[in-house]
C-alpha cells in the first residue's frame, strides 16, 4: 500500500527541461479505461498503420459523390414495311415516265406542254415539302413558292437566251419573301431563324425543275433529259423495291432503307443509261451517257435517302408525324429535283 498524501501538502515542482512524457501505469495495476477521444479536433492524429488488404471478388468501396446514371435504353430498329416500299416505287417509275414522256413533247416553239407538266409537279413538291417539314407560316410559304413555281416556267419560256440567271434571281427573290412572310407574325417570328434551311430547300427545289425547261431549249438537251430523268427513275425504282425484298445491311436502325439498295439502284440506274446512249445519235456514247447518266442516278438515290435521315429525325425529336401520303412523296420529289440540275451541269460539261 502507497501512504495516501493530503491535498494540502507540498508538491514538488516540474524540473526544467524538455518533457518526459506520460507516465505509464502503475506497476501491478490495470490501465484506466478511456472515457473520451484520446486527441481534440484542433490536434488530430492521423491513424497509422497499413491498410487491410481487400479480398478477391469484394467491390472497391464507392465514394459518396458517385451517382449511378441510367443506362441507355436501345430502341429496336424501324420495320420495314414493303407494301410501302413497293408504293413509293411505284410512285417513282410514274413519275420518271411522266417527266421523260413530256420531255418528248417539247420541241422548238412549242414548250408549254412540257412547262404545264414541270408546273403540275412542282405544285406536288410544294403541297409534299411544306406538309413534311411544316415551316413557320406554312400557307404563306406554299403561296409564295406555288407563285414562284409558276414564274420561273415562264421565265423559261419566254427568255431570249436559255441560261439560269433569271431562275437565280427568281429563287433568291421568293426566298426573302417567305422568310418577310414568317416574320410578319410574331407567333411563326420566333422559329424562323430555325426554318431558313427547310424554306430554301422548298424554293430552290421548285426553281429547280425549272432547269429542265431550259435544258430542253439547248441542243442535244432533250435526250440529256431523257438519259438523266430515266437513270433517276431506274435508280429510285430499284433502290425501293430492293428495300421491299432484302433491306440489307440497314443503313441506320431508325432509318428503314438498306444500303445494298442505294448501291442496286444507282448501278442499274447507270447500266441503263448506258444502253440508252448506245441507241442515241450523236454527240452521244455509251460512255458519256453511262457518266451523266451515274451523277444523275447517285443525286437522286442520296437524295431520297437523305429524306428518310431527316424524317427519322423529325420524329426522334418528339415532333409529331406530317401527312402520310406527303411524307412519303417527299423522297421521290426530292430525288427528281436535284437531278434536274444535275443533268443541266453535265450536258454543259460533258456534251
Do not use: K, N
Request: with cysteine.
Amino acid at each position: 500500500m502507497f501512504p495516501s498524501t493530503s491535498p494540502e501538502a507540498g508538491r514538488e515542482s516540474w524540473p526544467a527541461g524538455p518533457h518526459p512524457g506520460p507516465a505509464g501505469p502503475a506497476r501491478g495495476q490495470p490501465p484506466a479505461p478511456r472515457t473520451g477521444p484520446a486527441t481534440t479536433d484542433g490536434d488530430r492524429r492521423e491513424r497509422g498503420g497499413p491498410r487491410r488488404a481487400r479480398p478477391a471478388g469484394e467491390p472497391a468501396r464507392r465514394s459518396e459523390d458517385e451517382i449511378d446514371e441510367p443506362e441507355e435504353e436501345v430502341m429496336p430498329p424501324v420495320e420495314v414495311r414493303r407494301q410501302l416500299a413497293l408504293t413509293i416505287a411505284g410512285f417513282a417509275a410514274l413519275l420518271g415516265v411522266g417527266l421523260v414522256l413530256g420531255a418528248q413533247t417539247s420541241g422548238p416553239g412549242h414548250r408549254l406542254p412540257f412547262a404545264f407538266i414541270i408546273f403540275g409537279v412542282q405544285l406536288l413538291f410544294v403541297l409534299a415539302w411544306t406538309m413534311a417539314m411544316r415551316p413557320p407560316a406554312l400557307l404563306v410559304v406554299a403561296g409564295i413558292s406555288a407563285a414562284v413555281a409558276a414564274l420561273v416556267d415562264i421565265a423559261a419560256v419566254q427568255s431570249d437566251i436559255a441560261g439560269l440567271a433569271p431562275l437565280g434571281y427568281l429563287a433568291a427573290g421568293g426566298f426573302l419573301a417567305a422568310v418577310l412572310g414568317q416574320l410578319v407574325r410574331r407567333v411563326d417570328r420566333v422559329r424562323v431563324t430555325d426554318s431558313l434551311g427547310a424554306t430554301l430547300l422548298i424554293v430552290v427545289g421548285v426553281v429547280a425543275f425549272g432547269t429542265l425547261i431550259v435544258l430542253s431549249r439547248i441542243p442535244a438537251g432533250t435526250q440529256a433529259i431523257t438519259v438523266c430523268l430515266t437513270a433517276s427513275g431506274v435508280a429510285l425504282t430499284v433502290a425501293r423495291l430492293t428495300d421491299a425484298v432484302l433491306p440489307w445491311p440497314r443503313l441506320a436502325p431508325q432509318v428503314p432503307r438498306g444500303a445494298a439498295g442505294v448501291v442496286a439502284g444507282a448501278m442499274v440506274g447507270t447500266l441503263t443509261s448506258a444502253l440508252l446512249g448506245s441507241y442515241l445519235v450523236a454527240p452521244f456514247t455509251p460512255t458519256r451517257a453511262a457518266v451523266i447518266g451515274l451523277v444523275a442516278a447517285v443525286t437522286a438515290v442520296l437524295s431520297d435517302l437523305a429524306v428518310g435521315y431527316a424524317e427519322a429525325g423529325r420524329l426522334m425529336a418528339g415532333e409529331p408525324p406530317t401527312m402520310w401520303v406527303a411524307r412519303h412523296m417527299q423522297g421521290p420529289l426530292g430525288g427528281f429535283a436535284l437531278a434536274a440540275p444535275a443533268a443541266y451541269a453535265m450536258c454543259m460539261l460533258f456534251l
